[in-house]
């Protein structure tokens, strides 16, 4: 068995969001046995790391913090170029309402066009080096792109189910990857159901949202760059689209652990962190606000922005344990709220944003009415991804 002893990564050990019982890191594992949650990979925090040796300066890539990231060995590696995406000043549209300082971090320029790319570079890295042959995924689109992508480029089987009613660049590119695609009706939990009857033998790793460790592990990689790109300090909000939730709760992993590491001071103030969801299918707004115990019964609606139409998210109660812990917020966004966001940041600031991305700017434009917000607070947006790929969705609304 490999140790930590023969590798460059602190990878300690995983365990269980919900009882925290440790697992082995060094063996294929899906969600912990015990509870049926989430694996969360935990690293050696405690012996010196510095910034100056924990960065790979030379990376301009996700991978520069490779030594935080799970993987054993360098050659397992299956990257396209991920991460590193820019950080944009938002002067026009700041200035349009006031605000002192607003930011966008651009996901749409990661490979297929998206923040999935991360995700899925991490997971698909871990699966080869643990001897996956093929792969298995229920998406909105983003996710199942991604997989594909990064499938094809390990020479691994892929194997996408997602709803009829994706718009056709996601299909498309899915089929050029050559993926394995299987269309179904309804949402992702429905695609979900049709994975388990695909995979009942379980002969392909499914690396749908928090089942597998290791897509939270490349999200977090998020929170690491938009800290360094802010020289070492932190927004004092972040407004994320949530649908899954990985995202989210990576960036807050990545947070407390730079705080463990000494990167951030201990009592560093850490962002307010925004969930946003849209209003055709809000499962943490509903559980946050008290109108049900938990997302399990949930039922969403189709919404112009794919990625969060996820009715019955596995990582609710880590996304609310990021709400509760941040002060932070979860708010609804209707679809046409999306779509005079994303007119908003293609004319004013020349960016493309998808759906998901327009919804964060327009949560915040709402919560600046409330008062919730401040003018003179630093905000940061997060766009996860290419508004090219929702052509279908919005075509002629503009």
């Not at 935990?42 to 913090?65: F, K, V």
């Not at 892929?158 to 009706?185: D, R």
């Not at 020289?231 to 004092?236: C, E, G, V």
Request: net charge negative.
């Amino acid at each position: 068995m490999q140790t930590l002893l023969d590798t460059q990564t602190r990878l300690q050990d995983l365990h269980c969001a919900a009882c925290n019982t440790p697992y082995s890191a060094f063996q294929l594992q899906r969600v912990s046995t015990c509870c049926g949650q989430p694996l969360v990979a935990r690293y050696d925090l405690h012996e010196p790391l510095t910034r100056a040796s924990g960065i790979d300066q030379a990376e301009n890539s996700m991978w520069r913090y490779h030594s935080l990231l799970p993987l054993l060995d360098d050659a397992n590696r299956v990257s396209l170029g991920e991460g590193w995406t820019p950080m944009l000043q938002l002067q026009r549209l700041g200035s349009r309402y006031g605000l002192r300082d607003l930011r966008l971090k651009d996901e749409g320029l990661n490979p297929t066009g998206s923040f999935k790319a991360r995700g899925l570079s991490m997971a698909i890295s871990k699966a080869k080096e643990l001897g996956v042959t093929g792969c298995i995924i229920p998406t909105a689109g983003n996710a199942g792109v991604a997989m594909a992508a990064y499938c094809a480029r390990a020479g691994m089987r892929a194997v996408v189910a997602m709803p009829s009613h994706t718009p056709k660049a996601f299909k498309e590119e899915c089929y050029w990857y050559g993926a394995e695609v299987h269309l179904v009706h309804g949402l992702i939990n429905d695609c979900a159901a049709r994975v388990r009857e695909l995979n009942a033998d379980n002969s392909l790793l499914d690396v749908s949202t928090l089942k597998e460790p290791y897509r939270l592990e490349g999200k977090k990689t998020m929170g690491y760059e938009l800290a360094e790109q802010l020289n070492w300090t932190l927004p004092d909000v972040l407004l994320y689209p949530a649908g899954g939730g990985t995202g989210l709760i990576g960036i807050w992993k990545a947070l407390r652990e730079m705080q463990a590491l000494g990167w951030l001071p201990a009592d560093a103030k850490l962002p307010r962190m925004v969930a946003v969801q849209s209003a055709n299918c809000c499962p943490l707004v509903e559980t946050r606000a008290g109108r049900q115990a938990n997302c399990h019964s949930y039922v969403g609606q189709p919404t112009i922005a794919n990625g969060l139409a996820v009715p019955r998210p596995l990582g609710e109660p880590l996304m609310l344990q990021v709400l509760d812990e941040s002060n932070g917020l979860a708010v609804a966004i209707t679809d046409e709220q999306m779509l005079e966001g994303m007119r908003e940041l293609a004319r004013l600031e020349g960016m493309f944003v998808a759906p998901e991305g327009a919804a964060v700017w327009m949560a915040a434009r709402q919560l600046l009415e409330t008062g919730w917000l401040r003018p003179e607070e630093q905000i940061l947006l997060l766009n996860t991804g290419s508004g090219q790929k929702y052509l279908d969705n919005v075509e002629g609304r503009y």
